[in-house]
């Protein structure tokens, strides 16, 4: 496997209340505690990137967070990308990308 591209959002259902941040918090705490993958939050999940099978772990690991803090159900989103003819290419690579072709018209 090659590196990868990834965006990430669990969702943890059937909590108290209507807010996800708790849930949110221990899973960028669980990021900060490794260093197999790169990540950033965003407003609606987290992006994350490394190695193919690195990030499919951890995938795997974040969506077992909810569970543990006693929800009975998550659903998790994963968006994946793996680009074999560009395995240095990283996030900032591809908004990079189209600022440059949105700045040449």
């Known amino acids: 496997m090659g590196v ?4 990430l959002t669990v969702i943890a259902l059937g909590r108290p209340d209507p807010s996800a941040s708790a849930y949110i918090a221990e899973i960028q705490r669980r990021l900060a505690a ?6 950033q939050m965003h407003a609606m999940g987290t992006s994350l990137e490394g190695a193919t099978a690195d990030v499919l772990a951890i995938v ?3 969506h077992a967070v909810p569970f543990e803090l006693g929800v009975p159900r998550v659903y998790t989103v994963l968006k ?3 680009r074999r003819d560009r395995p240095d ?3 900032a ?4 990308s189209v600022k440059r072709r949105l700045e040449d018209g």
Request: no cysteine; net charge negative.
């Open 89 to 91: 290419q990283t996030l």
């Open 4 to 7: 990868a591209t990834a965006d």
């Open 80 to 82: 994946l990308d793996e």
């Open 34 to 39: 490794q260093d197999r993958v790169r990540y």
């Open 93 to 96: 690579d591809k908004v990079d």
């Open 60 to 62: 795997g690991e974040l």
